[in-house]
């Protein structure tokens, strides 16, 4: 896999919330975290980024161990991550929000603004409005957009459509699928289960730090334990 946690054990000081489980994903591939609130599928994201401390386990990116990497460093090396909140600045606009995401860049970023236009079309409208003003939704799409400014190799998005109605749901995936098409790797966490592991390669159920089961999305989906355990039968 092109982004892998390999038995990732550690937390925040106390006991290990990340209890020897195993994430990854590869390119043009879409790889979705599952799991009850508290599993540690936050923790598990911010173990890949490097902003956890690690007991055990290692974090390998295009087969180099990247473990000990500062979360800046991996960003250079084409990680982008779009955290679960406080993801977009609400007091500049949509442009000035896709400016930053490019900050690490000192080439020309307008091909790839443009093409997070063309992905987003309404942000494009709405290039000179404050993000803060935007519905959840379309701020939604500003934080995907801003990742991608950095033209990253491997997308994480934790719980992207948290909040947003069904159809912008439905369209966020179609965006994300359209990611996955130009060959990104596109690991998430997802509360909207069922669908995600829908449009997943691979899926991962996380329970207490630990992998409960790991199979493609369409398995799990079709799998009689997860079905009644995870996903409302
Ligand atoms: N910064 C922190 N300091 C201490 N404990 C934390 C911190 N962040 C999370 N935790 C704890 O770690 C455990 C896992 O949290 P995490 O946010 O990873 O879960 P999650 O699976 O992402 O849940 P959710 O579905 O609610 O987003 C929880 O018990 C939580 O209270
Ligand atoms: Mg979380």
Do not use: W
Not at 18 to 30: A, R
Request: glycine fraction near 12%.
């Amino acid at each position: 896999m092109y982004l892998i946690g390999e038995n990732l054990r550690g937390g925040y000081g106390g006991a290990d919330i990340l209890k020897g489980c195993t994430v990854g994903v590869d390119k043009g591939e879409i790889a979705v975290i599952v799991g009850p609130n508290g599993a540690g599928k936050s923790t598990a994201m911010k173990a890949m980024l490097g902003m956890l401390d690690l007991n055990e386990g290692k974090v390998l990116l295009d087969g180099e161990e990247i473990t000990e990497m500062t979360p800046q460093a991996r960003v250079a090396h084409g990680v982008a991550f779009v955290p679960q909140t406080s993801n977009v600045f609400t007091s500049m606009t949509v442009e000035e929000n896709l400016e930053m995401g490019a900050f690490l860049r000192d080439d020309d970023i307008t091909e790839t603004r443009d093409m997070v236009f063309e992905l987003f079309p309404i942000l494009k409208e709405k290039r000179r409005q404050p993000a803060g003003e935007l519905s959840g939704g379309q701020r939604q799409q500003v934080a995907v957009g801003r990742a991608l400014m950095t033209r990253p190799a491997v997308l994480m998005l934790d719980e992207p459509t948290a909040g947003v109605s069904p159809i912008v749901m439905d369209e966020l995936f179609d965006r994300i699928l359209e990611v996955r098409a130009a060959g990104v790797a596109i690991l998430m966490v997802e509360q909207n289960a069922r669908q995600a592991l829908n449009i997943a390669d691979r899926g991962y159920v996380l329970v207490t730090g630990e992998n409960r089961f790991t199979d493609t999305g369409e398995a799990l989906l079709a799998n009689p334990e997860v079905r009644r355990s995870f996903l409302g039968g």
